[in-house]
T-cell receptor, first 112, second 113 residues
């Protein structure tokens, strides 16, 4: 079945460590996105990519990095520079020219 | 800045009743709106969308109403069921190739048996 796969679903990290969250899609979508979700808040855009080998910062990019080497993959690295990384991270994709986003099931990161 | 917000953080309804979830948006240039449903621990799922050249759109048990005069969006769920319990988000998008969706904070719908 087509869809978006995020892994891992749960991740624990010690302070000072970088972690990478995986996002893979087989929907042939051009655009991919990473959102952060905190309790009681809406989705905030971290990074997005509309085409392979190109990406742009979203509203809260500080402390995060991404790459887009393949159309299907858009991994997110949460670096040690991110001061409050504990959150629920959502990856999404679309064809870029349509508004509807297709979301993965999310990855919950907890910093110990 | 631009914002999308919801009037109430929580909504409790009796099973079988109709639910109405409201959303205010601030960018009058937005031309596309979406409602998403998010169950606990899962990613958001598309419910219904509407473009600014329409004021009403119906789906299966759901209706979205758009009032551009007062920049208000609502989601109506008919005959609410326990499976409708979730957080609901509205989102808006402005025209343009680099435009992105802006999400509201979300409202929790709780269905009483």
């Amino acid at each position: 079945d087509g869809g978006i796969t995020q892994s891992p679903k749960y991740l624990f990290r010690k302070e000072g460590q970088n972690v990478t969250l995986s996002c893979e899609q087989n929907l042939n979508h051009d655009a991919m996105y990473w959102y952060r979700q905190d309790p009681g808040q809406g989705l905030r855009l971290i990074y997005y990519s509309q085409i392979v080998n190109d990406f742009q910062k979203g509203d809260i990019a500080e402390g995060y990095s991404v790459s887009r080497e393949k159309k299907e993959s858009f991994p997110l690295t949460v670096t040690s520079a991110q001061k409050n990384p504990t959150a629920f991270y959502l990856c999404a994709s679309n064809w870029g020219w349509t508004g509807e986003l297709f979301f993965g099931e999310g990855s919950r990161l907890t910093v110990l | 800045g631009e914002s999308v917000g919801l009037h109430l953080p929580t909504l409790s309804v009796q099973e079988g009743d109709n639910s109405i979830i409201n959303c205010a948006y601030s960018n009058s240039a937005s031309d596309y709106f979406i409602w998403y449903k998010q169950e606990s621990g899962k990613g958001p799922q598309f419910i219904i969308d509407i473009r600014s050249n329409m004021d009403k759109r119906q789906g299966q048990r759901v209706t979205v109403l758009l009032n551009k005069t007062v920049k208000h969006l609502s989601l109506q769920i008919a005959a609410t069921q326990p499976g409708d319990s979730a957080v609901y988000f509205c989102a808006e998008k402005t025209p343009g190739a680099n435009s992105k969706l802006t999400f509201g904070k979300g409202i929790t719908l709780s269905v009483r048996p």
